[in-house]
């Protein structure tokens, strides 16, 4: 049990959600309000919005909410960079809180967890996950489809808690462990639980996105899907080393009998000699590219460094 107050930061990654923003603004400065009278956060402590180069006013509203309330804070990113990379630059940035929460903009996540993640934290854990009871309120398609990529991530043995998604507190402690997280090819929920720490987690209810249309496309919903295999797991590429050695393997056997054939049997002339190397060299060749490949996709994962994030403005 921890006893000093914690200072808070809540940290929201918004790309046009102008629609959201007026509502979701006033619920989290009466959350804000409440958690500060109730002594549970410092009053120093602040919401920081994120806009990841949004088309629309979103971040002329950011201004108008940091310049009239002090609770408020903006940051600017040059571009769109994404949901992850957006709200790793609000993670970054809140380094002067004790404890940072992540949610997301359009008022899904259950902002009255927030009060349970505290408490949480006050107990002891350095992460607590946020976790959905139920996705009664996503399409069929995208309740099946993340149910499959959660299996697929499990089976390629990446840890992620499963219905979470980036709804989670974190402590000062936990985000400088994961500071040292150098690589730019992110996913957030599956790099998380590698820090280790004592992590505990609250259940919710997710609701319906408040206005406004889900800014995950079809297409950013599998770059993100496949972003976190790629980055997390060398397992695809392990699976064309397999094939590569599977061929090889049966293309030996193929060679005897073809081997056999020509010594012993009747067969026409040249078929042999054709045959032998496309099965030989086929298989070597995948066998060879797989492993490769290896390589290449780790040397690729490091070597880039280019920078996750531009800041173009920082408003507090
Ligand atoms: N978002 C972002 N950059 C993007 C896409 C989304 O910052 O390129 C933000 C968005 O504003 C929201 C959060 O990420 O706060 C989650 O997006 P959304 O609610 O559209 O995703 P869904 O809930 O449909 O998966
Ligand atoms: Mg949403």
């Known amino acids: 049990m921890r006893d000093s107050i914690p200072s808070l930061a809540i940290v929201i990654p918004c790309y046009n959600e102008q629609e959201v ?7 989290l400065i009466a959350l804000m309000h409440a958690f500060v009278g109730e002594n549970m956060v410092q009053p120093d402590s602040y919401i920081l919005l994120v806009d990841d180069g949004s088309k629309d006013n ?6 108008a909410l940091a310049l009239k309330y002090p609770e408020f804070r903006g940051l600017k990113l040059s571009r769109n960079f ?10 970054h940035q809140a380094n002067d809180v004790t404890i940072t929460v992540s949610v997301d903009a359009d008022l899904q996540d259950d902002l009255e967890a927030i009060r349970e993640m505290i408490l949480k934290y006050q107990q002891g854990a350095e992460i607590v996950y946020g976790v959905r009871d139920d996705r009664g309120s996503d399409s ?6 993340a149910l499959l990529f959660y299996k697929l991530l499990s089976r390629m043995g990446i840890e992620s808690v499963y219905n979470h998604a980036d709804f989670r507190l974190m402590s000062q402690v936990a985000l400088d462990a994961f500071r040292q997280f150098g690589e730019s090819n992110i996913y957030l929920r599956g790099m998380i ?6 992590s505990d987690t609250v259940y ?11 800014k995950y496309n079809l297409r950013k919903m599998f770059s993100l899907a ?12 392990r699976f064309v080393t397999f094939c590569g050695f599977t061929i090889f393997s049966i293309s030996i056997l193929l060679s005897l009998y073809a081997l056999y054939s020509y010594l012993f049997l009747e067969t026409t ?7 032998l190397p496309i099965y030989f060299l086929g298989g070597i060749q995948l066998l060879c590219i797989g492993l490769l490949g290896e390589y290449v996709a780790k040397i690729y994962k490091e070597v880039k460094q280019r920078p996750k994030y531009i800041i173009e403005k920082m408003l507090r």
């Open 140 to 145: 069929v398609f995208k309740r099946n489809s």
């Open 21 to 27: 923003l007026p509502e979701t603004s006033s619920r």
């Open 269 to 275: 002339m040249g078929w042999t000699s054709t045959v």
């Open 226 to 237: 496949w972003n976190g295999v790629s980055s997390l797991s060398i397992q695809p590429l």
């Open 193 to 198: 639980p590698m820090l280790g720490f004592s």
């Open 204 to 214: 919710y209810k997710r609701a319906e996105r408040f206005a406004g249309t889900s």
């Open 58 to 63: 979103t971040w002329s509203q950011i201004e």
């Open 82 to 91: 994404g949901h992850q990379h957006a709200l790793l630059a609000g993670l």
